[in-house]
């Protein structure tokens, strides 16, 4: 049976891969390769660089096209299910096409396959399609621990919750109830605007634990202009743009 690894490999830093992940690429037989278009270039750029530079063995590497999630479809998850479902029918083609049957596989995954990622439902469609492959994760250093880490501050209050989100449903659904700490991820569109400001702090991230790394902290009502303006300016200089934030209400 072939051997599936999704691989965290951190926020695009590789002094932040785990020796874990090290070993597990240098044993793969096989390393698929994603290309996010011209615009995320960089990304598949750190992927080779981490082949090439910091694995002591070579293994086979197969690149392949993103393909693009119809943005335009009535419901999202519907959308989403499609675009995971064309993923799925490229990875088996791979496979089969450049692995052996008892072959080892492995993906690279930014930051933790675990965390608001998508690869392990797209290794599940393929075992539902009853291609045989055994899935196994290697845990990877997340956005979310960076973001914390650079701004030198604990995660949660003493005692208190932490809810893990999504820009769409801060859109959506408001500040979440029973909770005074929120961070948030995939957020495309700057959800932050759209909550009242006062009381808030917030400390956000963009390319956090790469060179370019840019921070800002405060309370909302000062800053947020300052990092719309900041994030526009750095999606412009680099052609696209990873960030996360994290917001607190201050009693």
Same mark, same amino acid.
């Given at each position: 049976m072939r051997r599936l690894s999704l691989v965290g490999i951190g926020s695009g830093n590789p002094d932040h891969l785990t020796l874990q992940a090290i070993k597990t690429l240098?044993?793969?037989?096989?390393?698929?390769?994603?290309?996010?278009?011209?615009?995320?270039?960089?990304?598949?750029d750190l992927r080779r660089d981490i082949v090439a530079t910091h694995l002591k063995t070579?293994?086979?590497?197969?690149?392949?096209?993103?393909?693009i999630r119809d943005a335009n479809t009535p419901k999202y998850l519907d959308g989403v299910n499609t675009w995971h479902d064309a993923l799925a029918s490229i990875w088996g083609h791979l496979i089969a096409e450049h692995s052996?049957?008892?072959?080892?596989?492995?993906?690279?995954?930014?930051?933790?396959?675990? *965390?608001? /990622?998508?690869?392990l439902r797209i290794a599940n469609r393929l075992l539902a399609q009853g291609v045989a492959l055994e899935v196994d994760v290697v845990p990877g250093i997340t956005s979310l621990q960076m973001l914390t880490a650079a701004h030198t501050i604990p995660l949660n209050d003493l005692g208190a919750p932490v809810q893990i989100t999504t820009g769409r449903q *801060?859109? /959506?659904?408001g500040w979440p109830k029973d909770t005074d700490t929120i961070a948030i991820m995939l957020d495309g569109n700057c959800s932050f605007q759209d909550i009242a400001p006062d009381g808030v702090h917030i400390w956000w991230g963009a390319y956090v634990g790469m060179p370019q790394q840019i921070l800002r902290n405060g309370p909302l009502a000062d800053v947020k202009d300052d990092i719309l303006e900041t994030r526009k300016a750095a999606r412009e200089a680099n052609g696209w743009i990873m960030d996360i934030y994290l917001m607190r209400k201050q009693s």
């Open positions: 240098e044993a793969a037989d096989l390393i698929l390769l994603p290309r996010k278009g011209d615009e995320k270039a960089e990304l598949a070579q293994p086979k590497v197969v690149e392949f096209d993103y393909p052996k049957t008892d072959g080892h596989i492995a993906l690279m995954v930014w930051g933790d396959p675990s *965390l608001y /990622d998508s690869t *801060l859109r /959506d659904h």
